[in-house]
């Protein structure tokens, strides 16, 4: 079997940590690297705990650091989400492998040309290194198939009333992604404020018992206090939808829109604004998820899980 050849850029993170252990559990991807962003916390953070989370499943693929702040802004970090260490809860040992000595940028760039097919990014955390990637190295756009990343909301934000944390946190960034001219899946909060998984499904994943199910759970356990005040009926898990669509795209819902990214606004910097009128002549330049068959979803997460046992 043809396997689709991906990279994964996230900020791990609670449901970033979910979206490398679903894709690493797939038979018809194959993660070509992971490299790391500032986001969720700072890139030390988001970087060891990318490692820690990869040894601890088994997996060492080449994984490369990449921008410590954002194009323009001051870092904004999402300690009261994820905690002080980007992955607060699990007690995870330390990695068993170190990270290579290029760069993000450097390590896509190689990975994408050296790919004798096409490459899907998949980018959970903020915008940043794909961003610098299409600067510097334009040319990678030949051999990039997709990108399929977690960022935005149609309706509504979470960082601030307009915007979604990743692109808030690199507008600019996200901008030059939005226009670069490639097809954009994008999972928004539209969509993974439904791809809740309910405490119940939490204890059936302990209950499979080994050490992934378990970390999982443990994970979950975190994430679902923060979400529970804040009036969610279960954890959302945001990053692991953009790996999902790769996987099984039939569990979603998508529309096509054109989505442009502000940056100026006073009140909504890195909002996500998608132009729904039925009547525009506006092109698309993103598919937009907006609904989930959500027990479908998280059987796939939890199939995942079961596969390292
Ligand atoms: C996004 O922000 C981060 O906190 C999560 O990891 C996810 O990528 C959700 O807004
Ligand atoms: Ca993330």
């Known amino acids: 079997m043809k396997k689709m050849p991906i990279i994964i850029d996230c900020d791990p993170g609670h449901d970033d940590a979910i979206a490398l252990i679903l894709a690493f559990a797939q038979e018809t991807l194959e993660v070509k690297g992971v490299t790391v962003v500032a986001g969720n916390q700072t890139l030390d953070k988001t970087l060891g705990n990318a490692k820690k989370i990869l040894s601890f499943i088994g997996k060492r693929p080449p994984v490369a650091a990449g921008a410590a702040r954002p194009l323009f802004r001051n870092l904004e970090t999402a300690p009261s989400v994820h905690g002080e260490s980007g992955l607060d809860g699990p007690a995870i040992p330390e990695a068993d492998f170190k990270e290579e000595p290029l760069c993000a940028v450097e390590l896509l760039r190689k990975t994408i040309m050296e790919s004798p097919e096409p490459v899907t990014l998949v980018p959970t955390g903020p915008l940043t290194n794909i961003a610098l990637l299409f600067s510097a190295h334009p040319e990678v756009k030949k051999n990039i198939r997709q990108i399929s990343l977690m960022g935005g909301g149609v309706a509504m934000g979470n960082w601030t009333a307009a915007a979604e944390f990743n692109i808030y946190v690199d507008p600019e960034a996200a901008a030059i992604v939005f226009d670069s001219g490639l097809p954009i899946i994008m999972a ?30 443990e ?48 009140h909504t910097a890195g909002m996500t604004l998608a ?20 027990e479908g979803f998280i059987q796939l997460i939890i199939d995942a899980c079961k596969s390292y046992n």
């Open 219 to 266: 994970i979950l356990d975190f994430f679902f206090e923060f979400h529970r005040a804040q009036g969610f009926a279960g954890a959302p898990l945001h990053d692991p939808c953009a790996v999902a669509w790769l996987v099984k795209p039939e569990l979603f819902i998508a529309k096509p829109f054109q989505v442009t990214i502000e940056t100026q606004g006073k």
């Open 275 to 294: 132009d729904q009128r039925p009547w525009t002549s506006a092109a698309p330049n993103a598919t937009v998820l907006l609904d989930l068959d959500r």
């Open 188 to 217: 928004p909060l539209d969509v993974t404020h439904r791809a809740v998984i309910l405490r119940s499904e939490v204890e059936r994943l302990r209950n499979l018992g080994g050490k992934v199910p378990v970390l999982v759970a």
